[in-house]
């Protein structure tokens, strides 16, 4: 038998130590040595390090003025989890470890003062075995966070990022530096004999050959008199079920074909979303359930055609979703807060119904984020909202040029297994992608030749044959559509432009910028978009000791965290002198912001089934930029060219 307990219900603590400190004299009693920089706090996990440190008033809101230049210094100590382990955990005398599904960072698990294990990589879970130095009572269970790698940021060489850091948290353009350290995922103390399924990934979908169907893979540890049940299941009721043996559990594959009597998921504005849950079952010799995984699973068709008028050798953008062709109407997803780990379900929820009701059906989940929790894909699921899930690649501007190494390689590998395995069961789920920008020293993107792309793309057919895999965003053939370049027909999957201005436009003013989006020729825009302030209060309320005028790049305000997106010049051209005013310069922005995303949008829509979809370039603000590329603010609501996006997405 196996037990799981979820460590949320203990009682942390958090000390912060001079790095390697900690393992001077006894680490057992770091929880009460004085010895520490951070005395010990309470904590949250899952939960940041910089929450509790928050929560206990030893860091100020990093989202006020200029404070999260106050913050950096949690980067340059270790920092130590502890808690103990209930000795009524430990009756059964089993064997016993950690199920971690998200440690964010590097670092060593402890158990009564003794390593027993390291662990590196905030995108993989770690497996733990504790039964080595489990005591009959009184354990203390520590997690030990290393310092962080230095600079993973926006800007440097892609093909020398190989740390396993989630990059985001270094600095974007929507975002400061906040390098969060700390639990961020689920993590469980697991009790068992040793009897159990070791592990399993689910994997339904729509054959031609065997109709509608669901893979279940994994492995199992058992006698060979056990064997494996798969059920399908809705509302307590067992529509299907189908049982082996288990002389073969050590690798085992479960194909259940013509389930043809489950209604098929749709995104929302095209049907229902039914869903199911697929229920795998190791069973004793008597039959008496040992052990159980259950996973929510719909079955749905997912095909990508070619555009119409497409040229023969372009990609297939059109996505043709069981009986109809679906229109993606995007927004690319980042982190919702750069301190992820405490982001709540219901902040998931909030941000997610407000997608659904200004009529978004994918969210790109961008590269240089991280892997979301479970709740997002399941509420995804309900809600009808496709995901387009990247693997943890992204630009870094001077060098957009994915390493080659073997070794990186071999641990991408390891990333990409492990995303199909936790998520690939989402109906929502319906394409991968190598990355966020992945291109040659030419600005090309790179193409499955690239090592690592080739290495990606063949776990996913290996792992996941339902679901389409792409190079990147943009995939290319070109990175950008040149307005020069129109009808030549090289505009296949491309990114920006990101604000009137560039992309062969001859100025900045909107009516250049309608010419562009009329002769457009993309069959998809993975990305485009356009800045915008953020509104009065919001500026007001997070300015700090800032001043929110004037509006330009000596204001630090608005520089933070780059300044990109101040459209000063253009204010003055179009109002022929300075704002006067916070208030004249967000009501000009705004407006001109919406203005032109409705002008993109709209553009798309109308040339579809020639364009396959629009993903706007941003969703929502995950820190409160003065000015950004965001449509969703950073308080869940919309600004207003969000409801102008809404109003094409309606139509």
């Not at 800007?155 to 929507?174: A, E, H, I, P």
């Amino acid at each position: 038998m196996k037990t799981a307990y979820n460590l949320s219900q203990l009682d942390w603590s958090l000390t912060g130590w001079l790095p390697y400190l900690w393992k001077l004299g006894n680490p057992i009693e770091a929880n009460t040595s004085q010895s520490a920089e951070i005395t010990a706090i309470p904590a949250k996990v899952p939960g940041s390090v910089q929450m509790a440190l928050l929560q206990a008033g030893l860091l100020p809101d990093w989202n006020v003025g200029l404070n999260y230049r106050a913050c950096q210094w949690v980067e340059n100590l270790h920092w130590v989890y502890q808690a103990t382990i209930p000795d009524e955990w430990l009756a059964k005398k089993l064997k016993y470890r950690l199920d971690c599904q998200g440690l964010d960072g590097s670092g060593w698990v402890l158990l009564n003062g003794v390593e027993v294990k390291s662990f590196n990589g905030s995108h993989i879970p770690h497996v733990i075995d504790l039964s080595c130095e489990m005591q009959p009572k009184g354990n203390i269970l520590q997690i030990v966070f290393d310092c962080p790698p230095r600079w993973l940021g926006q800007f440097g060489y892609t093909s020398k990022m190989t740390d396993w850091k989630v990059r985001f948290n270094y600095t974007w353009d929507w975002t400061v530096r906040l390098v969060q350290t700390g639990v961020w995922d689920t993590i469980e103390f697991v009790e068992t004999d040793g009897v159990e399924i070791s592990k399993a990934s689910f994997e339904a979908f729509y054959s031609e050959d065997d109709g509608q169907c669901l893979t279940v893979r994994g492995k199992a540890k058992c006698p060979d008199d056990y064997s494996l049940r798969v059920s399908v299941e809705q509302n307590g009721c067992v529509l299907y079920s189908q049982e082996v043996s288990a002389d073969w559990l050590d690798d085992f594959v479960i194909y259940m074909t013509y389930l043809n009597g489950l209604e098929r998921w749709y995104p929302h504005q095209y049907g229902e979303q039914p869903l199911y849950h697929a229920r795998l079952s190791l069973l004793d010799d008597d039959g008496d359930v040992v052990d159980e995984l259950i996973k929510r699973v719909a079955i749905r068709e997912i095909h990508w055609r070619p555009c119409e008028g497409a040229p023969r050798q372009a990609d297939p953008w059109l996505l043709k979703c069981n009986e109809y062709s679906v229109f993606i109407q995007g927004a690319n997803w980042v982190p919702i807060r750069p301190n992820f780990a405490d982001v709540t379900e219901e902040q998931y929820r909030q941000h997610l119904d407000l997608y659904k009701e200004l009529g978004f059906n994918l969210l790109r989940v961008w590269g240089g984020g991280v892997l979301e929790k479970e709740c997002f894909y399941d509420i995804c699921d309900e809600l009808g909202i496709m995901v387009w899930q990247e693997f943890p690649l992204s630009s870094s501007g001077i060098d957009n040029y994915p390493p080659e190494d073997e070794q990186f390689i071999s641990e991408m590998v390891k990333v990409a297994k492990s995303y199909i395995a936790r998520r690939g069961h989402h109906a929502s789920l319906v394409i991968w992608s190598g990355g966020n920008e992945l291109y040659d020293s030419n600005n090309v993107p790179v193409t499955v030749e690239h090592p690592m792309i080739k290495a990606l793309a063949k776990v996913c057919k290996q792992k996941d044959r339902s679901r389409r895999f792409v190079v990147a965003s943009g995939s290319g053939p070109r990175s950008t559509a040149d307005k020069s370049e129109f009808g030549q027909g090289v505009n296949w999957d491309v990114h920006g432009p990101w604000k009137p201005g560039g992309f062969g436009m001859a100025d900045e003013s909107l009516a250049e910028w309608a010419d562009y989006w009329a002769k457009d020729d993309a069959l998809f825009r993975s990305e485009t978009g356009c800045s915008g302030a953020s509104s009065l209060d919001i500026l007001e309320r997070y300015r700090g000791e800032c001043e929110i005028m004037p509006v330009n790049t000596s204001n630090p305000l608005w520089r933070r965290p780059i300044c990109w997106w101040i459209d000063y010049d253009n204010v003055v051209k179009d109002n022929g002198c300075e704002p006067i005013s916070p208030a004249e310069y967000v009501q000009w922005s705004q407006q001109r912001q919406s203005q032109a995303l409705e002008i993109a949008v709209k553009a798309c829509k109308s040339r579809f089934p020639k364009c396959g979809g629009v993903i706007i370039w941003m969703g929502h603000d995950c820190f409160p930029c003065a000015a950004n590329t965001s449509v969703i603010d950073y308080e869940c609501r919309p600004k207003p060219a969000a409801l102008a996006i809404s109003k094409v997405f309606q139509s």
